[in-house]
């Protein structure tokens, strides 16, 4: 229902509550996240540079410009540069995530403030002030609606990414309330993000964080501007999650409740390895049972159970999971996730490849792994993973993990974090030396006036 005239919409109140914070305010430890949110970034941009979907990205778009994308000689228009970066950190599903949605949001805010910062000459502490902002604001949404979004057919952390990077934007730039809650209605026209990637492996979701990234641009501009855009944009009869969520109900005191007192922030996951979310504990269980002794070839069976919520996106069809058509597609079967990662030894960049997806000894692992959904999974408040191999000779082994490694339950050190960085920045092509000065930046960054141009190329 519409917010009557006088009362507040659910966006100005979230921009209210936004208004309240600054970069002074911001508490340590969430600046700590930011700094980690930074690094991993940057690391992941550098690692996908040279990939074949960055480069027709790069290729699409025209250069010259103010702003960097890490990792790239030359120079783009802000919302060039926070496309191409935002598509480089999610391109391979190795960036955070929020386990209460899930949504990936340092892929899409930290590419959308700084090349909002550097177009605008805004220093470190404008970066800051938009990067936590606009981090807290999209974990939030996540929780609005859980579920319905993909349930709909839509991407979270592209339409909610959308909304979020728009905010984050804003309040670097240090828009008033009015040209914020302007740029919210006018990002919500301009969100989007189908899940039909899913089908064959196309490169679409990779785009969905760098363009939910390009819009926080644009929005935030035209609300600058004196765009208008409706301040019901939220909640109304033909709002954001009627369209996105099919739903008029939602909890939208989730927005608000405590905003800068409790920092959900504070408990997203960086991932250990490279591929989709609700993947990783059933890694963890594979590479466990990996070290007991027996051989691919001695599984008959493989069933796990799962969440009602992973199925139409990991399980089924079950076939096409079994055999991916791609190495992209790969990324989104739990069945080769479990396969590759008991064959190969883990599941980094090499674990997903055109050569992996033809392996006989993974494909025949896969293709016995089974499923059967457990109503009382905890999904989307927490991911878990289980994996039961039955042997040709009788034996069982059973690994259960109860939560995503890297996420509050069992958080990456500053340490592990870094490590990750490096050698992401090293896949990527950077030297030691490069990759050292990006850390020292990341480190420093938010005290600093915001200088990228030493990152390119």
């Keep these: 229902m519409n917010a009557p005239v006088g009362v507040q919409s659910v966006a100005e109140r979230l921009v209210a509550a936004t208004a309240s914070l600054s970069s002074t305010g911001v508490p340590a430890r969430v600046r700590l996240r930011c700094e980690d949110l930074l690094a991993d970034v940057g690391g992941l941009c550098v690692a996908a540079r040279n990939s074949d979907y960055i480069r027709a990205l790069v290729a699409s778009v ?11 000689a030359g120079s783009f228009q802000a919302e060039d540069a926070a496309m191409i970066s935002g598509t480089a950190a999610h391109g391979e599903d190795f960036d955070d995530t ?7 949001s340092g892929a899409v805010i930290v590419p959308a403030v700084l090349a ?5 000459r805004r220093d470190g502490r404008a970066a800051l002030l938009g ?4 981090v807290e604001t999209m974990c939030r949404l996540s929780l609005v609606a859980p579920k319905l979004i993909h349930k709909a057919g839509f991407h979270p952390t592209s339409v909610l990414g959308a909304m979020a990077a728009t905010l984050g934007v804003s309040a670097a730039l240090g828009l008033d309330r009015k040209q914020t809650v302007d740029a919210l209605g006018i ?14 492996g196309a490169w679409t979701k990779r785009l969905h964080a760098g363009w939910a990234a390009r819009v926080g641009l644009h929005a935030a501009r035209f609300g600058r501007g004196g765009f208008s855009g409706p301040r019901t ?25 405590d905003f800068g007192k409790q920092w959900l922030m504070e408990g997203l996951a960086f991932k250990p390895y490279a591929t989709g979310t609700m993947n990783q504990p059933y890694i963890d269980c594979a590479l466990r049972l990996a070290g007991k002794g027996f051989a691919a070839e001695d599984v008959a069976e493989v069933m796990c159970e799962t969440a009602e919520g992973y199925v139409h996106r990991l399980w089924e069809p079950l076939s096409a999971k079994h055999r991916p058509p791609n190495d992209y597609a790969a990324k989104f079967s739990t069945p080769f996730n479990i396969a590759v990662a008991f064959v190969t030894g883990g599941a980094g960049f090499e674990a997903f490849s055109e050569k992996t997806v033809r392996d006989p000894r993974i494909l025949a692992l896969a293709s016995k792994v089974r499923y059967v959904v457990d109503p009382d999974n905890p999904y989307p408040k927490a991911y878990t993973g289980h994996v039961k191999m039955t042997l040709g000779d009788g034996r069982v082994f059973e690994e259960r993990q109860p939560h995503i490694r890297g996420g509050v339950h069992e958080p990456l050190t500053r340490e592990e974090i870094e490590r990750k960085f490096r050698s992401n920045a090293r896949y990527g092509g950077w030297d030691a030396g490069r990759a050292e000065r990006f850390l020292q930046f990341a480190k420093g960054a938010f005290e600093a006036p915001l200088d990228l141009t030493e990152f390119r190329g």
Excluded: K, N, Q, W
Aim: negative net charge.
């Design 98 to 104: 929020f386990e209460g949605g899930p949504v990936h």
């Design 131 to 134: 990067i936590a902002s606009g």
């Design 116 to 120: 909002a910062c550097e177009r605008f």
């Design 233 to 257: 944009v939220f909640e109304g009869t033909h709002g954001f999650f009627f369209a996105f969520a099919h739903t008029r109900e939602g909890d939208f005191d989730a927005l608000t409740r």
């Design 62 to 72: 025209d250069g010259g410009g103010p702003c960097t994308a890490v990792g790239h």
């Design 187 to 200: 990002a919500g026209s301009m969100a989007g993000g189908i899940i039909e990637y899913l089908a064959e």
